[in-house]
């Protein structure tokens, strides 16, 4: 086990660390729990947290890893990755955080744990395509829509790790969206994927080495078809699902003290719909073909006015991003994306602001609350992305 160890830190500190450089924004989201000082703080944190992830991660990767050390290492991919979500909205990292954490145990609980956490990254995101896109979400128009977006745009987000010139096969786009079938094949096995294989995987250790493979296939397709790369699923999949079950039972991995409780807690962030650093539901491209049809209206409806500079950031790419690709509950429910119809002009305004008197954002600079008195309307400007 411990030259897969070796392996693995080898392989994810040099992504860690390219995926964690400096970002640059005017706000930056905060969890209700934060306080601003602290939001300062792990902000300050981040150079420091950098250097120790590059030396922590290479002295595990060519020494036998030891419990402090793995322990260090999973401290400053916590602080980087605080950074990281708040600062970009990317879920991209939470399997790196919660598999780190998991290193510290050991035998069949560490197992345990990583299989939940495999399970959590792919099933929680597959039952919120179900839970908020509904049935439509498996229609060809669904997958369609997010392919001509994919098609029609550069990168959602600028980090050259995850989304590298080149990686995004226009032609391949192309010729799935002159296919409704395929369309609709890619959707429904999509989500069929992401709900059921892993954990019939997880009882079934038979089935983890092909669950593994599927999963790099699936993630290829991603790459291919949307130009993102998940660079941390794969390797963390492959912590829980390489190698044999331990002393060839599966309940012992299963059946104990720490899975149990990672289960009940990301069981709950999933039924929940937690978004809020260090829990996360995972709602990746959750909503169907109509849904993003509205939330399409609200780019550059919403703004923030900053004391700072004259930029105006859009709150629902703060939120759902530049494409409808996260969901954010309080959001969506502000502007009824799942209602069927949008509220009132006057009751959409009253809600976000009595979400922003929440201050889930601050400014960076001076790292002031925004609040529902920082909230700009503009009725006659929105910038379509369908």
Known sequence: MNNGLQAWYAAVTPFAVAFYDPL????????????????????????????????????????????????????????????????????????LMYSSWALLLQGPQQKGVLLVITIHQLTSSGMQKCRVGGLKWTSPETFAQTLRNSLSTAQIRPAWITEPNGIKQRGLIRAVLERPWLCRLSAVGGLAFEVALFPAAAVVPSLRLLALAAATVFH????????????????????ALWGDSEDGNWQMELLNAPTFVTAGILAWTTLSSVESWPFNHIGLFPYNYEQVKHLSTLFGKFTLKLESTNVQPCLAELTVQGFPSAYHPIFCDAVGTQSGSAPSRRVTIQRLQKWLDTSPFLEVNGFKPLTAGCLQVNDSCHKSHV
Request: glycine share 2%; aromatic share 14%.
């Open 220 to 239: 290829s397709a991603i790459a291919l078809l949307h130009g993102i790369i998940f660079i941390f699923s794969v390797p963390c999949y492959a912590l």
């Open 24 to 95: 640059d924004s005017p706000v930056i989201r905060k969890p209700r729990w934060a306080s601003p000082f602290l939001v300062r703080l792990l902000v300050q944190l981040q150079p420091f947290a950098r250097a120790c992830l590059a030396v922590l991660g290479l002295l595990c990767a060519v020494y036998t890893p030891r419990l402090e050390l793995q322990a260090a290492f999973a401290v400053a991919v916590t602080v980087l990755d605080f950074y990281s979500f708040h600062m970009l909205n990317c879920h991209l990292s939470f399997v």
